[in-house]
Nanobody, 121 residues
Framework: QVRLKESGGGSVQPGGSLRLSCVAA????????IGWFRQAPGKERDEVSC????????YYADSVKGRITISRDSAKNTVYLQMHSLKPEDTAVYYC??????????????WGQGTQVTVSS
C-alpha cells in the first residue's frame, strides 16, 4: 500500500521554479522526519533534503543548498520542497519518505512513487 504521494513535478527551463508536495494518507507525518531523495536514469539515488519531526533541524545536500527550501505544514499533513534556480542536473524522479530522524544514513522506512522533474531548454 502506497501511503505517501508526491506531486508538483513538471518540466521547466533552467532557472525555473517548482514546489513539490508530499502528502501522507492514513497517518500523520508529525511522527517522522521527512526526507526527499532523487534518482535519475543510470545514476545512483541522491538525498536532497530532510526536515526533522518538529522542523527544528533541516538538511540540504551541497548540490542544492541555496536553491531549495524544505518545510512542513502539520495542519495539512504535508511536507514541501520549494525549488528555484533549477539546473539540468536537477532532472530526476523525486521521492519523499519517512525516517526516524534526519541522519546521514539512507534509512527510509517508506516512500512514494515519485514525481518527475525535468529541467531543460
Amino acid at each position: 500500500q502506497v501511503r505517501l504521494k508526491e506531486s508538483g513535478g513538471g518540466s521547466v527551463q533552467p532557472g525555473g521554479s517548482l514546489r513539490l508536495s508530499c502528502v501522507a494518507a492514513g497517518f500523520s507525518l508529525d511522527y517522522y522526519a521527512i526526507g526527499w531523495f532523487r534518482q535519475a536514469p543510470g545514476k545512483e539515488r541522491d538525498e536532497v533534503s530532510c526536515i526533522g519531526r518538529s522542523a527544528d533541524s533541516t538538511y540540504y545536500a551541497d548540490s542544492v543548498k541555496g536553491r531549495i527550501t524544505i518545510s512542513r505544514d502539520s495542519a495539512k499533513n504535508t511536507v514541501y520542497l520549494q525549488m528555484h534556480s533549477l539546473k539540468p542536473e536537477d532532472t530526476a524522479v523525486y521521492y519523499c519518505g519517512t525516517k526516524a530522524e534526519c541522519t546521514s544514513d539512507f534509512d527510509y522506512n517508506d516512500w512514494g512513487q515519485g514525481t518527475q522533474v525535468t529541467v531543460s531548454s
